[in-house]
């Protein structure tokens, strides 16, 4: 009966208020993150990210998402286009949520190119999909008699919502800062399973800064923040590159979250393992994330050491 009242109340609130799939290192996600990531790199790059997280006992596991998006910049146009594709699963097909977007961000320069102003439009869909047949009162039952009635739904939900969808970025670069936000379905669109229900805005700020002492050496602080209707999240974090390849980091969440990160880099590609603890709020309390990063720039710009946000 537990589990059953926790399957119901990840549904509903999902109904609700409901809460975009996000990773927990922004920077293996970027065009997550703000859409005027679009074509950062400088070239091509593919970014891939899987979650997952847990409530309680190890074989309560309910949720996991996937994501993998694609951008490349055009040095023609001064213009970086993406694709973007995410995937989240909550308890093996209960609650699954498929969101598609293509972006397209413009380049202006300042000061002989030292300032980037990175403005960014979004257009995309989302497909929702709820298995009925998962949200049943068969613990209940087998408690008292197998015979039981159980009462049928007064309002069925409907299996499956589709709708188009459009949000914006702006991004500006100064040398190794960089601050941004980001506004995501503007439009609001009708997401719900329950009769109408309006998809919130998500209002996303951040901002990073690299230093770079020496060839091998790299440190990165970056926050961010972002609120959807009801819910409201804030992350800190501070990684160091060692040897031209290692990456350690350590950050913390809203709601008594720590973090940890570690990854290995080299010129073409890197890989991060990310977990998270949170003491408090809703969600899992333990959730993992592994991502991996390939990217392809010219010869000289391989050779050089340049901002995570650039990788």
């Known amino acids: 009966m537990r589990k059953i009242i926790v399957l119901l109340s990840v549904v509903i ?5 409901a809460q975009d ?5 922004p920077q293996q996600s970027l065009v997550n993150l703000n859409p005027s ?3 950062s790199n400088g070239f091509i790059r593919n970014q891939t990210n899987l979650r997952t997280g847990q409530f309680g006992q190890v074989d309560e596991q309910y949720y996991m998402s996937i994501g993998n998006s694609f951008d490349m910049f055009f040095k023609r146009i001064n213009g970086g286009v993406a694709v973007n594709y995410l995937h989240d699963d909550v308890n093996s097909g209960l609650l699954k949520n498929d969101v598609f977007n293509i972006t397209y961000a413009q380049y202006f320069y300042l000061k002989e190119k030292q300032i980037k102003i990175i403005p960014s439009v979004q257009l995309g869909g989302f497909v929702r999909h709820l298995n009925r047949s998962k949200i049943t009162f068969e613990d209940m039952r087998s408690q008292f008699d197998r ?5 049928s739904w007064d309002y069925e939900p409907v299996p ?5 969808d459009f949000s914006t970025g702006l991004l500006v670069q100064y040398k ?21 229900s309006k998809l ?6 951040h901002a990073s800064y690299s230093i770079i ?15 959807q209707g009801y819910a409201e999240y804030a992350q800190i974090m501070a990684k160091v590159l060692l040897f031209k390849h290692a990456i350690v980091g350590l950050g913390c969440e809203n709601r008594r979250g720590y973090m940890g990160n570690i990854g290995y880099r080299t010129n073409y590609y890197s890989i991060n393992l990310t977990a998270t603890y949170k003491k408090n709020g809703l969600g899992p309390p333990f959730s993992s994330e592994l991502g991996f990063s390939y990217t392809l720039r010219n010869k000289d710009q391989r050779k050089q050491l340049t901002c995570m946000e650039n990788w």
Do not use: E
């Open 13 to 17: 609130s999902s109904a609700v208020s």
């Open 147 to 151: 015979n039981a009635f159980v009462r």
């Open 160 to 164: 499956r919502k589709s709708n188009l």
């Open 213 to 227: 002492t020496k060839r091998d050496l790299l440190f990165n602080f970056s926050a961010m923040c972002a609120k």
């Open 21 to 25: 799939i996000y990773f927990l290192n």
């Open 37 to 39: 990531f679009a074509g």
């Open 200 to 205: 919130p805005f998500r209002f996303n700020a």
């Open 176 to 196: 190794k800062l960089f601050i941004g936000a980001s506004l995501f379905h503007f439009t609001q669109p009708d997401m719900g399973l329950w009769g109408v």
